[in-house]
């Protein structure tokens, strides 16, 4: 793709906007652009430069996401909605035409990368549920004051910040945190510790090839990426992605969403709005809780990857009305007149809190609370879903988060009953 119409080819120090912006290190790319750790030389600070691919058609592309992220700045001017930060635009000509450049907030790894990083066996709910505030927090935002449907929203498209302030060498401030855990810390398991042991040997080297590489630069640092996974103490992050986002009374695309987090109305093609998104945030919540996706449709014999999607949906969820399944304008292709599928015919119902006990291992009471927040999010009639600001007003958001110190010292009572109890039992024998 690095060839006309294309991506533009970077250099580490490659610079941007006549001196601005001084590239980095390389933070990730899209099927529109690359985007990269670039020196803020008038803030000092650093930003994330996403440089769009030159055809037209994404050229187009960026011009649109640059309009949307313009309205979003400018309707949240003190930057506390939990959405990405456009901070600059420019035009930059290279060998492969021209680039419409955004500068962003810089931020740190997606949500897809920390749930790699637990090894897809879910975050601690307490977690799951302060991350939840901050993507209802910002869909709040974009539906309730803007208008506007994110489109896309997935682990992937939220990406993880930290709050702590980078000090004069932004190198070692960003690795501190991992760099100052004591070793076999109790909060964590055997295999976070390992994780972590291997992620203090990547701080540690990396620490030293950018101190070499620094000195070539004049004293401009890399802030390392890895790390941000663990030190979420205080666990924020924000969405990102704008580009296939739109006004809700001007949709564009008829087809939208990334196939695992698809809504059923897009499916059946029956008319898309802000639920939409809602199910897709229903569905991230359910991976970061579990560590997988809530649907894996496949293409099966005699079946496409959307009957079994709708099929799935339906043994989680229960049958979906047929007054909904009938309503869409594909709806004749997957169901029959009385809004039973035509080509899978026996169907496995489960509920989603028998899920959470039997294959993740959640507590009944962790389970029935969970279900009760997703459930209502995941109703097959859109209408009928809560909107963020509904959602956030959710118990569950505000169950009482124990301490780990609370944990410990309950189970140092158990443990202490347990032993009296034993000792009973001896002293009456
Ligand atoms: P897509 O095909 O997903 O639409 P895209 O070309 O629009 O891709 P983005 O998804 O915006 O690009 O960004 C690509 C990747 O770059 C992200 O997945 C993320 O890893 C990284 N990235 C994007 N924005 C930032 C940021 N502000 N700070 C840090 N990393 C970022
Ligand atoms: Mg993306
Ligand atoms: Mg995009």
Known sequence: SYRKGGYHAVRIGDSFADGRYIAQSKLGWGQFSTVWLAYDTQSSKYVA???????????????????????????????????????????????????????????????????KYN??????LNKVRKICKCILIALDYLH??????????????????????????????AMTPILERPEGNQNSGIIINSIEKKLKQRARRAIARISERQASMGGVGVIPKPVRCLDGIDMRCKVVDFGSACWADRPIAEEIQTRQYRAPEVILQSGYSFPADMWSFACTAFELATGEMMFTPKTGQ???????????????????????????????????RYGDLKRIRRLKYWSLDRLL??????SDSEACEFASFLCPILDFQPEKRPTAQQCLQHPWLNMDNQTHDEVMSESNVENINFRLSNLQIKLHK
């Open 49 to 115: 430069l996403k440089i769009q691919k030159s055809a037209p058609q994404f050229f187009e592309a960026a011009l649109h996401e640059i309009e949307v992220l313009s309205a979003i700045a400018t309707g949240d001017p003190s930057n506390m909605k939990y959405v990405i930060r456009l901070v600059d635009h420019f035009k930059h000509a290279g060998p492969n035409g021209q680039h419409l450049c955004m500068v962003l907030e810089f931020l740190g790894d997606s949500l897809l990368r920390l749930i």
């Open 144 to 173: 309730g004051e803007l208008g506007l449907i994110h489109t896309d929203l997935k682990p992937e498209n939220i990406l993880l910040y930290s709050t702590i302030n980078p000090s004069k060498d932004p190198i070692r401030s």
């Open 119 to 124: 090894r897809y066996k879910g975050l601690e």
């Open 302 to 336: 005699g079946f496409s990857e959307d009957e079994d999607h709708l099929a799935s949906m339906m043994e989680l969820l229960g049958k979906m009305p047929r007054k909904i399944a009938t309503s869409g304008a594909r709806s004749k292709d997957y169901f029959d």
């Open 357 to 362: 006990v039997e294959k993740y291992k959640f």
